[in-house]
C-alpha cells in the first residue's frame, strides 16, 4: 500500500462516519465497483450484495482515521 491520495482519505472518513453498530457502511450499485477497485484492501473489506455493496473499515483502516485527526 502507497501513500493514500486526498480521494482516498475522504472516502475513509465517509465509511468511518456512516457506519452502522456492526461498522458496515451501505454502497450504491453505482460507487461500489469504483470503491472496491481504487481503496486499499489492507483498509477496507468490501462485500457485494444483490443492489449495491458495503465497506467496512479494517482496524488498520480505524487507525488510519483516528490517525488523521492529529495529521
Known amino acids: 500500500m502507497g501513500k493514500l491520495d486526498a480521494g482516498q482519505k475522504h472516502m475513509l472518513k465517509i465509511i468511518?462516519?456512516?457506519a452502522d453498530d456492526d461498522g458496515?457502511?451501505?454502497v450504491s450499485k453505482?460507487?461500489?465497483p469504483v470503491l472496491s477497485e481504487n481503496?486499499?484492501?489492507?483498509?477496507?473489506i468490501?462485500?457485494?450484495l444483490q443492489d449495491g455493496g458495503r465497506a467496512k473499515l479494517?482496524?488498520?483502516g480505524n487507525n488510519v482515521v483516528s490517525?488523521?485527526?492529529?495529521?
Not at 67 to 71: S, Y
Open 16 to 18: 468511518h462516519r456512516d
Open 24 to 26: 458496515w457502511t451501505e
Open 30 to 32: 453505482h460507487l461500489f
Open 39 to 44: 481503496m486499499p484492501t489492507e483498509l477496507i
Open 46 to 48: 468490501f462485500e457485494k
Open 58 to 60: 479494517t482496524d488498520e
Open 67 to 71: 490517525a488523521m485527526a492529529w495529521l
